[in-house]
């Protein structure tokens, strides 16, 4: 079945510092999601990648989606503390709606 | 006030009890999602449901069980054939078509004892 790998498991940073995480479905996806989960709370909706190679930013995030429709990375360019949790990356199938997410990645960061 | 109501926020069971945890949402949503997060893991998927009386199993269905009678509601019955059923339920909601995302609720945190 479709599987969504997603690394680093962790990762801790210095405030200021870039921070990146990488997400891999073992199918072609229709699109993919990015969402962030703070510490204690639910997962909420950060955005969605639909075409081939599209690329999309929000303030200091950057997000892409790969040619293959297969991967996609999350970047963040100079961390803040606010940027603290758990980013997800959440891959649909391309008929069953079936919504498959990645392990995530929790971010850390040294203020 | 529009949005996705999981209840109760937290639940403590005996080993060997059926439980069932609560979904609703008011967002007209036609696909229901239920997953299960573990300390430090992600999000697996356990049922999901695209209309009224159909759902399908997620990647660990094993153990429970769910319904959908009603296009609000989507309850997850946690089994005593569940082997290890603490954790933390999150319950979801989107359109029913393509490219919309997902919502959730609050979670319920289950502690069996």
């Known amino acids: 079945g479709q599987q969504v790998m997603q690394i680093p498991q962790y990762q801790h940073v210095q405030e200021g510092e870039d921070f990146t995480t990488y997400c891999n479905s073992s199918?072609?996806?229709?699109?993919i999601q990015w969402y962030k989960q703070r510490p204690g709370g639910h997962p909420v909706f950060l955005i969605q990648?639909?075409?081939?190679?599209e690329v999309k930013k929000q303030k200091r995030l950057t997000f892409q989606f790969g040619e293959a429709k297969k991967n996609s990375s999350l970047h963040i360019t100079a961390t803040q503390t606010t940027d603290v949790g758990t980013y997800f990356c959440?891959?649909?199938?391309?008929?069953?709606?079936?919504?498959?997410f990645g392990q995530g990645t929790r971010l850390t960061i040294n203020p | 006030d529009g949005g996705i109501t999981q209840s109760p926020k937290y639940l403590f069971r005996k080993e060997g009890q059926n439980v069932t945890l609560s979904c609703e949402q008011n967002?007209?949503?036609?696909?229901m999602y239920w997953y299960r997060q573990d300390p430090g893991q992600g999000l697996r998927l356990i049922y999901y449901?695209?209309?009224?009386?159909?759902?399908q199993k997620g990647d660990i269905a094993e153990g429970y069980s769910v319904s959908r009678e009603k296009k609000e509601s989507f309850p997850l019955t946690v089994t005593s054939a569940q082997k290890n059923p603490t954790a933390f339920y999150l319950c979801?909601?989107?359109?029913?078509?393509?490219?919309?995302?997902?919502?959730f609720g609050q979670g319920t945190r289950l502690t069996v004892v």
């Open positions: 979801a909601s989107r359109q029913g078509f393509l490219n919309t995302e997902a919502f």
């Open positions: 199918t072609t996806l229709s699109n």
């Open positions: 990648l639909v075409k081939s190679g």
């Open positions: 959440a891959g649909l199938d391309q008929g069953a709606q079936k919504l498959v």
């Open positions: 967002l007209n949503h036609d696909a």
């Open positions: 449901s695209q209309i009224v009386n159909d759902f």
